[in-house]
């Protein structure tokens, strides 16, 4: 069944990356302009908006669809190749494990959110500029994994 819909599923999948990803570069950026905005003051609270808007609106809706769609495409898979023998291949544990990375990481700043909110960051701007490239190097596994190993 869902293989007939696989590649709906594989549209909007690649649809609610997109946004996923969007958010995973840009709030670490807005963290470092954070950490030089005065407590209190308007770019701080300006700041917080934007970052709360981008983490519930946008990141967290966006991470949930991809998952969904993710395993309703991994489920396909199973039924086209017969079961669950694609997961002996290594190119599917290796994504895998790239995803689960890059969804530790939004949760890291899931976490410095809260940080941010409180008026308690204790990261400095450096840290979250280094932080700003994790999300397309793990970008770059994943989609290397999926378009040159699983295919």
Sequence with gaps: MLLAAYDWLRAFHILAVIAWMAGLLYLPRLYVYHCDATSGGELDET??????RLLKIIMNPAMIVTWLFGLALVWANMERAGGWSIFLDWAW???FLLIIAMTGLHHVFA??????QAG?????????RMLNELPFVGAIGIVLVAVVALN
Excluded: C, M, S, V
């Design 47 to 52: 700041l917080k908006l934007q970052e709360q």
């Design 93 to 95: 544990i290796a994504k």
């Design 111 to 116: 976490a410095r959110f809260k940080h941010f």
């Design 120 to 128: 308690t960051n204790d990261w400095p701007g450096k840290r979250y």
